[in-house]
């Protein structure tokens, strides 16, 4: 039925009830319709301005289930078991393998329809008890069927229900009255006021349809945050919970110096080459330099101090003054350091920054030439190894991750130095998840800091994390000109305790 044709025929049924209303439930029996199919028309109507009126009621009925319906059409299942025993009986053992035979045998006994002879040869054997029976069950059933249940009684139909045959359900229904507008026919209403309407006057005409304020409105275009950035806030927000204060980190491009020399890495290091560090050509080199801080870190590179030998070469401020691309935000942190130890009486800090490093690597699904650094670092006096894995416990546990471990490793500027293992329950096996160790003597003790303050140190990468939390196997689905912007729409809040 064309939905014009179905509204109209409604409008049609309406007006033949005269003042009262009708039930849709009822109409939808009469026209033979699923229910739901005359909902829709309902509101369709109601769409059109006042020409009904619906107000929602619902009511509970009885309905028959999948095997009510099959008694309905082949009787009961003791019926069943009656009508398939033989005038010379039957053994209670082929009886029971009928598809009825469980449940009707049994209710067929109680019923005292059929007896069983347990002296006979073969076994018990079942014979009828009478010549016929009155299904009542299956006439209870149909009374239901055909909307008759108000003859049943309570009682009959809990038992019904009971035995799976019935059940209750509640009908949501509307019942339509005549609107202030009432007509039999369906007139469409224009939605739009034209200039042609307002030139020809046809609009005095025209049925318009009324403005619905409480509509909620188109949703706007609007931003989205990278899954990086989701993940960077929740890690900041986990810092700054912790007490730690966050370092600018607005300098892209460092000096050899803050980034290599200041860290006690040898000039000979293979990470100062090219393969591996992005240098720039314009403004190639620095010229500014705390130039007593300088000699002090070339006297450890080049002769030793402060309780070490140093790495006995010739160290050249040429390279010192090449301009860079900086390979990590531990740069940053050795300006903060040596900031600190500028201070008249030192005082503990904790510092922390997330930011961009950039590095000279082959692109693959796991690497990129730039990516996110997250560190922190701790600053106080007697601080040890045993610090440093408090800490890193209570940072990883505010993540989720709970199970470490630990491994010897080597920088350049930290000894004693750890690589950090947490067990990944999705791969069922350890996986490396950042870096740590202690700062050296000599990056420290050049800058000025009092001997005794030790500071601790961790890193790891922010994109990592993000994979893994947003289930992406290639880093180039998530940074870079192939990322499905689409994905960044859908990408969830991020929660990394969950």
Same mark, same amino acid.
């Given at each position: 039925?064309?939905?014009?044709?179905?509204?109209?025929?409604?409008?049609?049924?309406?007006?033949?009830?005269?003042?009262?209303?009708?039930?849709?439930?009822?109409?939808?029996?009469?026209?033979?319709?699923?229910?739901?199919?005359?909902?829709?028309?309902?509101?369709?109507?109601?769409?059109?301005?006042?020409?009904?009126?619906?107000?929602?009621?619902?009511?509970?009925?009885?309905?028959?289930?999948?095997?009510?319906?099959?008694?309905?059409?082949?009787?009961?299942?003791?019926?069943?078991?009656?009508?398939?025993?033989?005038?010379?009986?039957?053994?209670?053992?082929?009886?029971?393998?009928?598809?009825?035979?469980?449940?009707?045998?049994?209710?067929?006994?109680?019923?005292?329809?059929?007896?069983?002879? *347990?002296?006979?040869?073969?076994?018990?054997?079942?014979? *009828?008890?009478?010549?016929?029976?009155?299904?009542?069950?299956?006439?209870?059933?149909?009374?239901?069927?055909?909307?008759?249940?108000?003859?049943?009684?309570?009682?009959?139909?809990?038992?019904?229900? *009971?035995?799976?045959?019935?059940?209750?359900?509640?009908?949501?229904?509307?019942?339509?009255? *005549?609107?202030?507008?009432?007509?039999?026919?369906?007139?469409?209403?224009?939605?739009?006021?034209?200039?042609?309407?307002?030139?020809?006057?046809?609009?005095?005409?025209?049925?318009?349809?009324?403005?619905?304020?409480?509509?909620?409105?188109?949703?706007?275009?609007?931003?989205?945050?990278?899954?990086?950035?989701?993940?960077?806030?929740?890690?900041?927000?986990?810092?700054?919970?912790?007490?730690?204060?966050?370092?600018?980190?607005?300098?892209?491009?460092?000096?050899?110096?803050?980034?290599?020399?200041?860290?006690?890495?040898?000039?000979?290091?293979?990470?100062?080459?090219?393969?591996?560090?992005?240098?720039?050509?314009?403004?190639?080199?620095?010229?500014?330099?705390?130039?007593?801080?300088?000699?002090?870190?070339?006297?450890?590179?080049?002769?030793?101090?402060?309780?070490?030998?140093?790495?006995?070469?010739?160290?050249?401020?040429?390279?010192?003054?090449?301009?860079?691309?900086?390979?990590?935000?531990?740069?940053?942190?050795?300006?903060?350091?040596?900031?600190?130890?500028?201070?008249?009486?030192?005082?503990?800090?904790?510092?922390?920054?997330?930011?961009?490093?950039?590095?000279?690597?082959?692109?693959?699904?796991?690497?990129?030439?730039?990516?996110?650094?997250?560190?922190?670092?701790?600053?106080?006096?007697?601080?040890?190894?045993?610090?440093?894995?408090?800490?890193?416990?209570?940072?990883?546990?505010?993540?989720?991750?709970?199970?470490?471990?630990?491994?010897?490793?080597?920088?350049?500027?930290?000894?004693?130095?750890?690589?950090?293992?947490?067990?990944?329950?999705?791969?069922?096996?350890?996986?490396?998840?950042?870096?740590?160790?202690?700062?050296?003597?000599?990056?420290?003790?050049?800058?000025?800091?009092?001997?005794?303050?030790?500071?601790?140190?961790?890193?790891?990468?922010?994109?990592?994390?993000?994979?893994?939390?947003?289930?992406?196997?290639?880093?180039?689905?998530?940074?870079?000109?192939?990322?499905?912007?689409?994905?960044?729409?859908?990408?969830?809040?991020?929660?990394?305790?969950?």
């Amino acid at each position: 039925m064309a939905e014009r044709a179905l509204l109209e025929t409604l409008l049609q049924r309406l007006h033949e009830a005269g003042d009262g209303g009708a039930d849709s439930a009822r109409l939808a029996h009469s026209l033979d319709l699923d229910h739901q199919v005359v909902v829709g028309a309902v509101k369709s109507l109601q769409t059109l301005g006042d020409i009904i009126e619906a107000e929602q009621r619902s009511y509970k009925h009885w309905e028959l289930t999948e095997e009510g319906k099959d008694i309905v059409s082949k009787g009961s299942h003791e019926a069943r078991v009656f009508d398939a025993i033989p005038p010379n009986g039957i053994t209670q053992s082929d009886l029971m393998k009928l598809p009825s035979g469980k449940v009707g045998f049994s209710k067929a006994m109680s019923n005292k329809w059929i007896r069983i002879d *347990k002296t006979a040869e073969g076994g018990p054997r079942a014979y *009828k008890a009478m010549d016929s029976i009155e299904d009542s069950v299956k006439a209870k059933l149909l009374l239901v069927q055909q909307g008759k249940d108000n003859a049943l009684e309570d009682k009959e139909k809990n038992e019904l229900k *009971k035995r799976k045959l019935l059940s209750e359900v509640t009908l949501k229904t509307y019942w339509i009255t *005549k609107g202030s507008s009432f007509s039999t026919t369906v007139v469409k209403q224009d939605t739009d006021l034209t200039p042609e309407m307002i030139a020809n006057g046809s609009w005095q005409e025209r049925k318009f349809k009324p403005y619905n304020f409480d509509a909620l409105g188109i949703i706007p275009e609007c931003g989205h945050l990278h899954p990086l950035m989701k993940v960077r806030t929740e890690f900041r927000q986990i810092f700054l919970e912790m007490g730690f204060t966050e370092m600018p980190t607005n300098n892209f491009i460092e000096s050899s110096f803050w980034n290599f020399d200041s860290l006690f890495q040898p000039q000979q290091h293979p990470a100062r080459d090219q393969h591996d560090t992005f240098f720039l050509s314009d403004p190639a080199l620095a010229t500014e330099f705390p130039m007593d801080y300088l000699e002090r870190v070339k006297m450890v590179h080049s002769v030793g101090g402060y309780g070490s030998q140093g790495y006995k070469y010739d160290w050249k401020i040429e390279e010192a003054q090449k301009n860079l691309l900086r390979t990590h935000t531990t740069a940053v942190s050795a300006r903060m350091l040596y900031k600190l130890a500028q201070q008249v009486v030192f005082t503990p800090v904790k510092y922390f920054s997330i930011d961009r490093v950039f590095r000279n690597e082959t692109l693959d699904a796991t690497h990129l030439a730039e990516f996110h650094q997250i560190e922190g670092v701790v600053a106080d006096y007697d601080l040890t190894l045993g610090d440093l894995m408090g800490v890193l416990q209570q940072f990883f546990t505010k993540l989720g991750i709970t199970k470490l471990r630990y491994k010897p490793a080597f920088n350049p500027y930290t000894e004693p130095s750890m690589e950090i293992f947490s067990y990944h329950e999705g791969l069922k096996k350890w996986v490396e998840v950042g870096n740590s160790g202690v700062f050296r003597p000599e990056m420290l003790l050049p800058m000025g800091l009092p001997e005794g303050v030790c500071v601790i140190a961790w890193g790891l990468s922010l994109e990592r994390p993000t994979m893994i939390k947003y289930g992406i196997n290639n880093i180039r689905e998530l940074v870079g000109h192939k990322v499905n912007l689409q994905m960044v729409y859908d990408s969830p809040v991020c929660r990394l305790a969950s």
